[in-house]
């Protein structure tokens, strides 16, 4: 009889663990991802330590959707001058020249069922930080939150943000 | 004064009984089985292609469209939960009234709600466009903020409704085998068969302090899966009540579908039962002549109430003054596309149990068989009218359309038998079909066989 | 605005990295039966990968860089394959950055672009909505003068014709044997086949063959050319309108085709002339029509004579069946009627003119109508003398007698004054020169072998011309063909040079609609193949030969060219007194200059009128031959989005067929989709019949269009080709040629997507008559007493609604077109049409009303209704579909897992489900037509109307991004924009002063779609009034 029991048990607790890890925060997510880049590029030297401003390079961020990832012509104006020595540099030159450009491995990817609206936020006063986490801190560049739809809708449901929770928000 | 005919002929010993109901399962399959086991079996192999086919290609492989968004498989879903009801209501509700006449045919009568169960259940899940996504439908803790379900779509409520009672349904119908797993696994000559049914048995002893335990527990399963007769159909009726469909929104449907329910229940049963007489022998002594007879009465009962449900209908369309609801009756339902699945349904389920108004024909196997048959047909056709033919011809005409019928529709239906089937007859082979220790109690054992005191 | 150079040749160095390794385009085709597979031509993949991706402004297409773009936009875009995903570690994706970034491309904001459509007949201007420098959707222009906005279906559709995947990669040479015969297909270079041309150019004896021309520029550019080389010009067109023009000509000495006042007009009669759906410019002329019906009390009348049940009659008021035979008949008899019964005008005392009449005496009978009613036409015609207008054309007049119908009509006109004021012949349609006349010539001399150069272009003679015409033979007689078409069809097929023209959308160019106004159309991308503009290569051979006029050989783009034209002839005609520069950049913004200038009466010829004979009865059958809203004269017959268009009529799609009368359809025994054999004379085509109610008994009635044999996968075998019915002498006959029918016993499945002709007496389209309606203006609007147990939702902010004029609304199916472009709706193929799956989320319900003998037709577009009691959303299991505090209906296809309960319990059903993965289908390069705001849909979950909700939000932020409140208007669906009669009204219902909450209050004619039912829809229909001297409508009863 006790073993029986004991058999029942031992499924039931398997069932849960599995059942635990599927619904466990950040399964499936990226959270923490920070892939290899082409470039060894730092926002930790760009940002904190020669003080350049985010939307230097992402400048369509406040008019568009998307915030664009800066075409190389940004950054040859300052590398035509600037550490033109760094291997790295005459890389990124090499391929400017060629009128090519660099393959950046994509760090914050949302579904593509995701409709995200940059330029809203940035209009609201919402940090960059408060999503990608303190980029300006970052050498290679981390996905900080899980990006997930419940951390999204977490700060939709504050009241104080009087932000939209429709479900056509994001999805359409 | 009335002596009640026996409810066990052949004057059986106790041993008699033991030992004719354990045969089956301990002698070697007979070839009618072995025969009957491929033909279901390679059925059931079909229909697992079939629907892999579905799930990989698409729902557009059946003939479901627009505006017709449900169908075969839908139909099918409530047919076989139809089915379901007659065991339930046998074992639970003919137990609690004391009705000692269900004794021997309970046990496959629940088997056979259990194994209707798990096909219908099927159904829902795979009519669905992602079947994969089906987890969704069950609220469970996620990171969508979290998003939980519609707990106002009928929907929802059915797959509550279905999952509880299959699940109550296969509990009970376990916990009565135990004491006979038990029996058998102290018959059993070798190892393996007698740690099998050991395991099955859950340990039992047979103690008086067992039997106590085991009536308690029956008893109140028994109290507990009786109301789900009622409330699991009722909720499946829901599905096309709620919704504002003329055709589908009318109040009769809860009763409707559960007097539906126990009428092809029944006749599924019926047929069962005479398969199994024939198959097996010696069950004549246990479910005999008197047992068919009574379940042909219900059958001619519920299917009169089957009419009249068919009728009020009409009248309601009638009295209404809805054009929408009265279209759909007087124009498409009696003469529309598809008039004739709606004179199917009238004949099989109305005009043909009442062959049972006459003695003769309640007590005639063949005769109950061809019934049963035919009634089941009826009650598919039943569920075809209501989703199909509502659905084809609603409020704009610019929308109105048919069926478009597939080679799927058809497969789907067959192959869901197979897969019925299959498991019904493993269960006749390896599950005790008639309950020993319920049956051996109804013996005349001390009684005064002239009858009268 | 954008001003580079797109005619510039590619050097062979950037073809060549072009042809550099491409990963292969995996296409699957599983489920699209009517488009086969195509084989992977490995050239032609290759520049799709690069090519399209690309934006107007860039650099150099070659190597990194191209990768670079594409991988860039991949991400941006609107890609297929993760629309499914849930959540699960995604693969690694790239983003590649721009290597100079251009100026005016913001990454997920569109570009707008002036630009024209010109389908040969008629055109307007349009905005060619760009995203990341690919074209996505045309847009209506509201400042263009002669449409203010709107499109047609055809014009949206163009859009794919630019992405077709069968179009010619580059020029091509056809190698023929001896007898042309057979040929072989070989790629040239462009020098190599400019050398040829040039060479045999040379020789002389040069003519370039082109359909009718807009363009002013390109019109100067042929002619310049054709000075250079002596060569003739001769344009045809399969829908000439020469009978227009030489009527005009006869009667008023100036062959033109005249400028229209539909809205100007009181009572229209059109005697075959379907206006509102495919003669001349049915765009501009629909506009005309609802701007004339807009206000009911002061409706016009629209009286129609249709031998074919066309879209016009299927708004008339009043529609008389006729057969072609009769359409001189009706004028006339109107003319006797107004000379002769009523007395009126001069000729009232001329007898010798009235004998003229005589044998029109007795029209009414003839064509059995109550002759109260013929001369209730003819007297509100007088009535309204100078504010009336009768039209005839269109294939559906092209009988023998079309020249004595035109004469007749402008005669008509004239008499009522209505010249100089409703039918302007002062400022006409220039380059409407096309002349089966003058083809026939031309066949002639290609025959002598006096033809030694064809140029070909923008024509497809050898499909649309009847092989009776002997043009292929001819052809063959001809030393060297080329042709400018972009694939090898029919007519390329027997060319000897291909030097495909770039799409318009790829192109520098202008036009002229009418006379004085002038519009630019734009480049919108640049060519995505190696091919190069028709006038680029004609200056191109000039000044390789180094002759004609200096403009023809000095510049060389032809953008240099047109500019210059502007500069010289155009600018001059606007002297506003401020340099080129601004003119220019000023008419890029607006897309074109000038305006509708007015215009005075002209003379007319007496003696023109002395040449039309007395009546002639004939009996029998007659074949109607006519054109249909979606495919016109079948050029863009290639595009899917057409095809699956259904007609608005008839509702049929994917096909050609024979319609014929209920009457005659029972004499012969016939069901629907019988296959007949149709003959005229020795031609005979077996082809299905489509019982059409309204007909006359006397007509065979089949579309043009259809049968292409080369025009690619989506078209080839679809319908058969008329054009080989049409007989050609001295002129094309198009109707009225007797015909025989004989039924067969093959049956054939006509995919028809209305379920049923009738509304069953419930109350869906409501009607009223002009009495009624001025007698109580909620005349035909049966209103319910409704009321909610619950409160209902609260809307604080917004709450979106929309209102449709049934009265103004046409049925054209615009609409349908710009909604499937801007949701990327997926066309399902005709076999699942036939199963009920096609997934148009708005779509035009057409029923017939009154007696099915003479039936007439209501149109109802029906999208979702976004019910504030949304029954779709109460049923969902998993929220998939739910209701937004701005009362939208959101449909999240991400979280559907498809139960489709929604759709069973939608009263309206309006919801479409994705039965198969019809993404998949979606070949390269048609992906970049693809809306990337909107989600492509999955395999298994629903889809409906979304009200647009992308444009909405895009406005939102527009406004808040900019720090204003939202203006009433703003945001416009796309529908509402492509509507030329400006139908569909939205906004915020929120905003007491917003024009839809005005028409949801005050305007009492509005009603909702099952009201009863009480969905508590966010539209709003408006009843249509018809305008027909009647008391009550003809009941809704029968016509079952």
Known sequence: MHRVFKTFAAVGLLALSLAGCKFQ???????????????????????????????????????????????????????LQVKTDSPFIQKLREAYDKGGSIEWVRVHALPDFVHFNHSAHIAKGVNCQTCHGEVEKMAKITQVQDLSMGWCINCHRQPENKAPLNCTTCHH | MLTRNKLVLGNKSVKDITEDICAPIEVYPS????????TALSILIFYVIILGAVIGKGMGLLGVNHPNAWGTMIVTFVFWIGIGHAGTLISAILFLFRQKWRTSVARTAEAMTVFAVMTAGLFPLLHTGRPWLDYWLFPYPNQRGPLWVNFR????????????????????????????????????????????????SLGWRGTAKNWAHYEMVYLLLAGLSAPLVLSVHTIVSFDFAVSGLPGWHTTIFPPYFVAGAIFSGFAMVVTLMTLVRIGVPEFKNYITLDHMEVMNKIIMATGLMVGYAYGSEFFIAWYSGNPYERYVFFVSRAFGPYAWSYWTMITCNVLIPQVFWFKKARRSIPIMFVVSIFVNIGMWFERFVITVTSLHRDFLPANWGNYAWSFFDGAILFGSFGMFLTLFLLYLRFFPAISIAEVKPVLPVGQDHKGGH | MSEMNHDHEHSEAELAAKKAARPQIERDNTYWLTLEHYNNDPEFLAKATTEFQSSPLRESDTGEGGWARREFLKLMGASLAMSAAGCIRRPVQKIVPYNKQPEEVTLGEANYYTSTYFDGSGGFGVLVKTREGRPVKIESNPRFPLTQGGLSAR?????????????????????????????????????????KVV?????????VLTGNMASPATRAVVSDFAQAF????????????????????????????????????????????????????PTQFQSQFAAGRRDPKKMSKLVSFDSNYSLTGANADIRVKIKPSQQLDVVMGLINALIVNKGVSSYANNEKFKESLVSYANTAQKLGVEPALFNKVAADLWENKGESLVVAGGLQTLTSRSRELQIAVNFLNSLLDNDGKTVDGKNAVPGLKASYGDMEKLIADMGAGKVKTLIIHRVNPAYA?????????ALRKVEMVVYTGDRIDETGDHATYLAPDNHPLETWGDAEFAEGIFAIQQPAIRPMYDTRSFQLTLMTWAYLANVGPKRLTTYETFYDY??????????????????????????????????????????????????????????????????????????????????????????????????????????????????????????KVELPVHIQPGLHDDVFAVAVGYGRTKAGQVANGVGKNMFEFVTMKNGAIFAGQSATLTKTSKKYNLACVAGNNTMEGRMIVAEATFKDYMKDEHAGVHRHKTWNIWSGHQYNGHKWGMAVDLNTCTGCSACMTACQSENNVPVVGKTYVLQGREMHWLRVDRYFVGKPEDALAVFQPVMCQHCDNAPCETVCPVLATVHSDEGLNEMVYNRCVGTRYCSNNCPYKVRRFNWFNYAKNIEKPTHMALNPDVGVRARGVMEKCSFCVHRIKEGKNKAKLEGRKLKDGEIKTACQTACPSQAITFGDLNDPESQVAKMFKNEPRSYALLEEWHAAPAVRYLSKIRNNDKETVVAEKGGH
């Open chain 3, 199 to 207: 060479a045999q150019l040379k020789k002389g004896g040069a003519v």
């Open chain 3, 465 to 473: 011309l009847p092989p009776e015409s002997g043009f292929v033979e």
């Open chain 3, 230 to 281: 002596k060569a003739d010009h001769v344009s045809w067109e399969p829908f000439a309108h020469e009978e227009v023009r030489e009527g005009q000509k006869a009667s008023y000495g100036e062959a033109v085709v005249p400028q229209y006042r539909f809205d100007k007009a009181k009572v229209i009669v059109s005697v075959d002339a379907d206006f509102l759906g495919t003669w001349l410019n």
């Open chain 2, 153 to 200: 779509s009928p929907l929802l409520w059915d797959v509550f409704a279905v999952s509880t009672y299959a699940t109550v349904s296969m509990v009970f119908w376990y916990v009565g085998m135990v004491p006979d797993f038990a029996t058998i696994k102290d018959r059993a000559k070798n190892k393996i068969r007698r740690t099998v049914y050991g395991a099955l």
């Open chain 3, 562 to 683: 047109l500019r210059n034209y502007w500069k010289e002839d155009i600018q001059p005609k606007f002297a506003k007194g401020k340099g080129f520069e601004d003119f220019w950049s000023e008419v890029l913004q607006t897309g074109s200059v000038g305006d509708v200038k007015s215009s005075s009466a002209r003379s007319f010829k007496t003696e023109a009128f002395s040449s039309i004979k007395a009546a002639s009865s004939t009996s029998g059958y007659e074949l109607v031959l006519y054109p249909t809203v979606q495919i016109g004269d079948g050029t863009l017959a290639n595009v899917s989005w057409l095809q699956e268009l259904p007609d608005p009529v008839t509702k049929i799609v994917w096909d050609n067929y024979v319609s014929v009368s209920i009457a005659t359809a029972e004499k012969h025994s016939l069901k629907e989709s019988t296959i007949v054999e149709l003959k005229v004379g020795d031609k």
């Open chain 2, 31 to 38: 070839k009618g089985w072995l025969g009957l086991f491929t």
């Open chain 1, 25 to 79: 925060p950040g399964w499936g997510y990226n959270q923490g991802y920070a892939p290899e880049q082409p470039l060894p590029f730092s926002h930790e030297i760009h940002v904190t330590k020669n003080q350049i401003q985010c939307q230097y390079c992402h400048n369509q961020v406040e008019r568009s959707r998307h915030s664009n990832v800066p075409a190389l012509s940004t950054c040859m104006n300052c590398h």
């Open chain 3, 155 to 195: 014009s949206q559709a163009s859009l794919m014709s630019l992405y077709d995947p069968e179009r010619l990669q580059g020029p091509k040479y056809n190698i023929f044997n001896e007898k042309k015969t057979n040929k072989d297909t070989v790629s040239v270079k462009w020098d190599s086949l400019d050398d």
